[in-house]
């Protein structure tokens, strides 16, 4: 006969009992990663130009503990999860994920790449991109997308490039407005940031799927959801149309939307912190065309340098091919 097995008594302190008492953090460090978390919510909010009320429209928190949130004073719970996590000797991300738990070879590449210089990082994801996009670089370069913020100039000098390399010209709202018969202030206000990520993502799919040559003007906050943004590098030449926040401003408004000019101070305050949030992410692209100051001709002449497709940089097995051409 076993003897029964009884669980050995350990003194842990009640996880629930702390968390009711526990009104903050109890270390410096809980602190700090508190306010890195809240820091988070408020670039991932800026870069998708979301105001608080609305990511609390969308995720039914809140405006009150969104503000502490990204204060730094979110609920204690995280850092309970945090705490979890640790024991587990997992990164956090693996216990938040819908979809079943990643494999280990997931893990170990994440934590690989994690540990990489941002100049190396950069590398890799465009090692990763080419050898395993399964997109070959001839068709990617048939392709091209315009990036930047509203206001730069992508659907004027989108449709001048088109016409000029007599290809089709691509409006991505306006394939998302067709696809769902609703406009887009409509699909914002029945279904939200998420549902319009959605439909963006799926329209963009449809695109790459119908066209092989094209020139693409894209929505400005695309870059900000990165399966979406993944997907656009890793299909389409990309330029960035880039411009100072004074251009897009007086540019937006210089269309007939006047919303701007209501709160100015606010509306620039708030246009240059979603620039900033999304620079790095518009620096992606594999080119840039600086819009500010010029005349429309000649940041057309720009762009169209930018997408020439004999000055593009050529691929390793394009100049191996080349040279074994020569060496015949």
Request: a neutral charge; charged letters at 25%.
């Amino acid at each position: 006969m076993h003897e029964p097995l009884h669980p050995v008594p350990v003194d842990l302190p009640d996880i629930f009992s702390a968390a009711a008492s526990a009104a903050v953090p109890d270390t410096a460090a809980e602190v700090a990663y508190l306010q890195r978390l809240g820091e988070r919510v408020r670039q991932a909010r800026a870069r998708r130009g979301m105001t608080r009320r609305i990511l609390s429209r969308d995720s039914r928190v809140s405006e009150r503990y969104l503000a502490q949130l990204e204060s730094g004073h979110g609920n204690i719970s995280i850092l309970l999860l945090r705490q979890i996590a640790q024991a587990l000797d997992l990164p956090m991300h693996a216990l938040l994920l819908d979809a079943a738990g990643p494999s280990e070879e997931l893990l170990r590449t994440t934590e690989y790449l994690r540990q990489l210089p941002a100049d190396k990082l950069l590398r890799a994801q465009e090692v990763l991109r080419r050898e395993f996009s399964g997109v070959d670089s001839e068709t990617r370069r048939q392709r091209i997308a315009l990036i930047g913020l509203r206001g730069a100039g992508k659907s004027t000098l989108g449709g001048m490039l088109a016409k000029a390399l007599a290809v089709p010209f691509i409006e991505l709202d306006r394939v998302i407005e067709q696809h769902s018969g609703l406009g887009l202030s409509v699909i914002f206000d029945l279904y939200g940031q998420s549902g319009f990520r959605r439909l963006e993502r799926e329209c963009l799919e449809m695109v790459l799927k119908q066209q092989s040559h094209f020139v693409l003007a894209t929505g400005g906050s695309l870059v900000s959801e990165t399966a979406t943004f993944e997907q656009l590098l890793s299909n389409c030449f990309t330029i960035w149309l880039r411009a100072t926040p004074e251009d897009h401003m007086q540019r937006v408004i210089a269309q007939g939307d006047t919303r701007p000019m209501s709160e100015n101070r606010e509306a620039m305050s708030e246009l240059k912190s979603i620039l900033a949030g999304r620079e790095p992410l518009y620096r992606r692209a594999d080119a840039t065309v600086d819009t500010s100051g010029k005349l429309l001709q000649a940041a057309f002449e720009n762009l169209l340098r930018a997408a020439d497709r004999e000055s593009w940089p050529k691929t390793k097995s394009e100049i191996t091919s080349s040279e074994e051409r020569g060496g015949k």
